[in-house]
T-cell receptor
Framework: GNSVTQMEGPVTLSEEAFLTINCTYT??????LFWYVQYPGEGLQLLLK???ADDKGSNKGFEATYRKETTSFHLEKGSVQVSDSAVYFC????????WGAGTKLIIKP | DSGVTQTPKHLITATGQRVTLRCSPR?????VYWYQQSLDQGLQFLIQ???????AKGNILERFSAQQFPDLHSELNLSSLELGDSALYFC??????????????FGPGTRLTVL
C-alpha cells in the first residue's frame, strides 16, 4: 500500500543554516504531495503542496520538488530562523491522506 | 485561522468517564476527519465522515465513536476513558471525500487529560 517515510528527528540546526528534511513515498498511482507544519501548541497548517511530477511547491522560503523518479519530496530552506522550530509532516494523497511520522526541527539562535 | 473550529479547547476528566468533542468544518467542506496525537506518537487517523456518512476508518478504538450531523458538524465520543487516552484530538475538514486533491484544513485541537 501507499506509505510515506520521513527522516527521524529531532533535527537541530543553528539559525541561518540550510535545511533539508527528507521525505520519500511509495504509491501505486499519481498522488499529490504535501508538507504540513505544526508550531508548538497549535494545529497543523498546510505549508506547501505539489500535485504532479516536477512541480515545485513553495511558501515562506520553504521549497519541495515532486520527484517521481526518486519518489521523493524533500523539504528545503536556505536559511532557517528560530521561528521555524516546529514539527514538519510529509503526506501524500492518492485517495486518502497518508502521513509521515513527523520530523521535529529545533533551531538554535 | 483555518476556518475549522473545535470545542472545547481543553478537557480534564477522570478515568471511566465519557466525553464529547465537537468540530465544525470550514464552510463548504463536506468531509470531516478526526485524528489523535499523543506525546510520543505521530498523527493517528481515527475516522472520516463525508456528507453525513462514514467514509474511512483508521485506528479508532471500539470505545470511541463519531458522527456527522446534517449541518455537517461532527462529534467524537470517547467513553470508558483510560489514562492512555490523554492526547490532542484534531479535527480536519476538506471539500472532497478523497482523491489526489484531498487538502485538509485542521482545527486548533482539543487537549484531553484523563486523570
Amino acid at each position: 500500500g501507499n506509505s510515506v517515510t520521513q527522516m527521524e528527528g529531532p533535527v537541530t540546526l543553528s539559525e541561518e543554516a540550510f535545511l533539508t528534511i527528507n521525505c520519500t513515498y511509495t504509491a501505486t498511482g499519481y498522488p499529490s504531495l504535501f508538507w504540513y507544519v505544526q508550531y508548538p501548541g497549535e494545529g497543523l497548517q498546510l505549508l506547501l503542496k505539489a500535485t504532479k511530477a516536477d512541480d515545485k511547491g513553495s511558501n515562506k522560503g520553504f521549497e519541495a520538488t515532486y520527484r517521481k523518479e526518486t519518489t521523493s519530496f524533500h523539504l528545503e530552506k536556505g536559511s532557517v530562523q528560530v521561528s521555524d522550530s516546529a514539527v514538519y509532516f510529509c503526506a501524500l494523497s492518492e485517495y486518502q491522506l497518508i502521513w509521515g511520522a513527523g520530523t521535529k526541527l529545533i533551531i538554535k539562535p | 485561522d483555518s476556518g475549522v473550529t473545535q470545542t472545547p479547547k481543553h478537557l480534564i476528566t477522570a478515568t471511566g468517564q465519557r466525553v464529547t468533542l465537537r468540530c465544525s468544518p470550514r464552510s463548504g467542506d463536506l468531509s470531516v476527519y478526526w485524528y489523535q496525537q499523543s506525546l510520543d506518537q505521530g498523527l493517528q487517523f481515527l475516522i472520516q465522515y463525508y456528507n453525513g456518512e462514514e467514509r474511512a476508518k483508521g485506528n479508532i478504538l471500539e470505545r470511541f465513536s463519531a458522527q456527522q450531523f446534517p449541518d455537517l458538524h461532527s462529534e467524537l465520543n470517547l467513553s470508558s476513558l483510560e489514562l492512555g487516552d490523554s492526547a490532542l484530538y484534531f479535527c480536519a475538514s476538506s471539500v472532497v471525500g478523497g482523491g489526489s486533491y484531498n487538502e485538509q484544513f485542521f482545527g486548533p485541537g482539543t487537549r484531553l487529560t484523563v486523570l
